[in-house]
């Protein structure tokens, strides 16, 4: 019987989902700050224009804001979520009117520019809350914040972007602020650094078959150098008592021969160290004892085999159609993603992990930013699975991406699931009028 190369433990399946709205209404896009600034959080001061509401009859504001950013995490690893949070110490505007405003009717919503390693923005907004402010005085310091995902080692500035106050009292009002010379000068400075590198470990049997206590070549690959490697039988699930001990290479590599006496024998596995790793391991790889057991007279022996399969998706439709929004209002553009289902069969002990990422939605009035689009996602698992699947955390998709839903690793995995998620994409007011689409990609490993 011809000899079958091992499979990886886990396969990448990507597809695109065109997402598109309908609006009157439009947003900019905020570019990143290419300085550098190292140390801790610092306020800074910078030249903002201030637009009053059309009501007070008041001219733009050219003032200065005094604003500071500071994270969760200063040191991330690459795929780690950081939060930020952008505090307004001096807003550049204040209470349009003669007439006191009262406590808790300010809503902050704004951006931080990333640069250095990673660039974009990050959508943030702060809580309704405020304390009074009286006619025609100075806004009072409020903070926003909002999450990121790091998608590239390096040092990744943040700077304050652009920020708008909504007031809801007798009428709704907003006061746009942005920045007159982007990007304004870094507040903070991470640095972020790779993840782990990923298990790509192999393992090649000689044979896929063999009789009760027949000897199979067994090849490795991209194993630590030196490590102590055991190279094991397994059947499912667990171990049998078919193992063996090697040292891997200067480079990584090794080869020995492993009995196999154990007839429910159905892979071989290899690791470094005693016990199974998943992160350091490699497998299973196909085998089939073959049983030479005599059959009685007047009898037949009857046999059959698993075979592993494979982990894929496929989803219902390449198109969501958003709600539209009116121009000047602004708002929430909703909408449902098509079904993914997604089918697990390998048989192994790998789970996996679906996330999708959007790009900005562009249209006829620029960019929407894809900060802007969150979504609620939703699993289920088919009866009978041995995994059983959770949906990724309702939040904001963006450029660094979020995961829709996975299941974990286990001693045996697989089964078939369907994933989904309602959709929203914060539309800005007096974003121009016309159709924005941007496209998610799913990705599954």
Same mark, same amino acid.
Not at 11 to 40: C, E, I, K, Y
């Given at each position: ?17 065109g997402v598109s709205a309908l609006m009157a209404t439009g947003g900019g896009f905020l570019a990143p700050s290419a ?38 995490? *200063?040191?991330?690893?690459? %795929? =780690? +979520? @950081? #939060?930020? $949070?952008?505090?307004?110490?001096? &807003?550049? !505007?204040?209470?349009? /009117? ?109 044979? *896929?078959?063999?009789?009760? %206590? =027949? +000897? @199979? #070549?067994? $090849?490795?690959?991209?194993?630590? &150098?030196? !490590?102590?490697?055991? /190279? ?114 390998? %048989? ?6 679906l996330t999708g990422k959007v790009t900005d939605f562009t249209g006829p009035g620029g960019k929407i930013d894809a ?75």
């Amino acid at each position: 019987m011809a000899s079958l190369p091992s499979t990886p433990r886990r396969r990448r399946w990507t597809a695109l989902l065109g997402v598109s709205a309908l609006m009157a209404t439009g947003g900019g896009f905020l570019a990143p700050s290419a300085a550098a600034q190292t140390g801790t959080a610092q306020a800074v001061d910078f030249p903002t224009r201030c637009i009053p509401p059309p009501i007070s009859g008041l001219p733009p504001i050219n003032g200065t804001t005094t604003g500071e950013i500071t994270v969760d995490n *200063a040191a991330p690893r690459v %795929g =780690d +979520e @950081v #939060t930020v $949070t952008y505090t307004v110490a001096k &807003p550049a !505007a204040g209470n349009p /009117v003669d007439l006191a405003l009262p406590a808790d009717i300010m809503t902050p919503t704004g951006t931080v520019a990333l640069g250095g390693a990673q660039s974009g923005s990050v959508s943030v907004a702060g809580p309704k809350k405020n304390p009074p402010v009286p006619g025609k005085a100075p806004f009072p310091p409020f903070s926003m914040t909002g999450t990121f995902t790091v998608t590239a080692p390096g040092s990744i500035t943040l700077s304050p972007g652009d920020y708008n106050i909504h007031t809801s009292y007798i009428m709704e009002l907003d006061t746009p602020c942005t920045v007159t010379d982007p990007p304004a000068p870094v507040s903070r400075t991470i640095v972020a650094t790779e993840q782990p590198g990923a298990n790509e470990r192999s393992i090649q049997l000689g044979t *896929a078959s063999g009789g009760p %206590g =027949d +000897e @199979v #070549t067994v $090849t490795g690959a991209k194993f630590t &150098p030196l !490590a102590d490697v055991t /190279v094991a039988g397994r059947a499912g699930p667990a171990e049998t008592g078919d193992r063996v001990t090697v040292k891997a290479s200067a480079t990584g590599t090794f080869s020995t021969r492993l009995a196999v006496a154990d007839k429910a024998t159905t892979g071989v596995v290899a690791y470094e160290g005693t016990v199974w790793n998943d992160a350091k391991g490699a497998g299973p790889a196909a085998y089939t004892v073959v049983d030479d057991t005599p059959v009685p007279p007047d009898s037949q022996k009857l046999s059959t085999a698993i075979t592993a399969g494979t982990l894929s998706m496929t989803q219902a439709g390449d198109t969501v159609r958003l709600t539209s929004v009116d121009f000047g209002k602004g708002g929430a553009a909703t909408g449902d993603l098509h079904t993914v289902t997604v089918k697990d069969f390998r %048989g192994g002990p790998a789970g996996w992990s679906l996330t999708g990422k959007v790009t900005d939605f562009t249209g006829p009035g620029g960019k929407i930013d894809a900060g802007r689009l969150s979504w609620t996602p939703a699993c289920t698992t088919e009866a009978g699975s041995p995994s059983t699947c959770a949906a990724g955390s309702a939040g904001v998709v963006g450029t660094a991406g979020a995961t829709l839903a996975s299941t974990p690793d286990a001693a045996l995995s697989g089964g078939e699931f369907t994933a989904g998620a309602e959709v929203s994409l914060d539309v800005p007011a007096f974003t121009a009028p016309g159709a924005y689409s941007g496209v998610l990609t799913l990705t599954l490993t």
